[in-house]
């Protein structure tokens, strides 16, 4: 059974930083790219970014790019993102995400979610 | 960006209905198109990919059909399990982008 289960998240000030961590099982992670996707509260799902899967290719949305880091670690079957600069827009629950086998970055496999919330 | 669109919003519907939720894009996205349902606090769950692809595990009463700007997601005979929202995303182009959700009532 393929499970990714999120860790990180929390409340953190504006400018403030976080890093989230998912960890998978059941799937063979060092094979399948992987996303970060958020949904803020009552909003639609936005994509936040991709990693290749030996993690030397990664592309973000325009609104995180320089901000956010998102990297990986096959050994540990791990996904993570470095949030830093965080805003207030950037609350939302936070998924990681298995993009899906045929071609083309359609999530197949999501995680529980991790909530972060930026606030003064 | 591409903009999806999904009509309606909120559908109202019953155990048995047949309903179809309509997306569309604001350009031509081909076939790249998926479906998810999303039940309230929990994650999204892949139903559809590539326009019309059932994915494995997904019920046989999902089916999805268009191409180009039009796409639908129809539920051929409506379960208690599928009161849910569900949502469209085309990654035809970067980025690839989500419809708002319809959410579909008893």
């Known amino acids: 059974e393929v499970q990714l289960v999120e860790s990180g998240g929390g409340l953190v000030q504006p400018g403030g930083s976080l890093r989230l961590s998912c960890v998978a099982s059941?799937?063979?992670?060092?094979?399948?790219?992987m996303s970060w996707v958020r949904q803020a509260p009552g909003k639609r799902l936005e994509w936040v970014a991709n990693?290749?899967?030996?993690?030397?290719?990664?592309a973000y949305l325009d609104s995180v790019r320089g901000r956010f880091t998102i990297s990986r670690d096959n050994a540990k079957k791990s996904l993570y993102l470095q949030m830093n600069s965080l805003r207030v827009e950037d609350t939302a629950v936070y998924y990681c995400?298995?993009?899906?086998?045929?071609?083309?970055?359609?999530?197949?496999?999501w995680g529980q979610g991790v909530l972060v919330t930026v606030s003064s | 960006d591409i903009q999806m669109t999904q009509s309606p919003s909120t559908l109202s519907a019953s155990v048995g209905d047949r309903v179809t939720i309509t997306c569309r894009a604001s350009?031509?996205?081909?076939?790249?198109l998926a479906w998810y349902q999303q039940k309230p606090g929990k994650a999204p769950k892949l139903l559809i990919y590539?326009?019309?692809n059932l994915e494995s595990g997904a019920p046989s009463r999902f089916s999805g059909s268009g191409s180009g700007t039009e796409f639908t997601l129809t539920i051929s005979s409506l379960q208690p399990d599928d009161f849910a929202t569900f949502y469209c995303?085309?990654?035809?182009?970067?980025?690839?982008?989500f419809g708002q959700g319809t959410k579909l009532e008893i």
């Open positions: 995400a298995s993009i899906g086998v045929d071609y083309g970055d359609y999530f197949d496999n």
């Open positions: 059941g799937f063979t992670f060092n094979s399948d790219w």
């Open positions: 990693i290749k899967p030996d993690g030397r290719e990664t």
């Open positions: 350009q031509s996205i081909s076939s790249w």
């Open positions: 590539k326009a019309s």
């Open positions: 995303q085309q990654y035809n182009s970067h980025p690839n982008t």
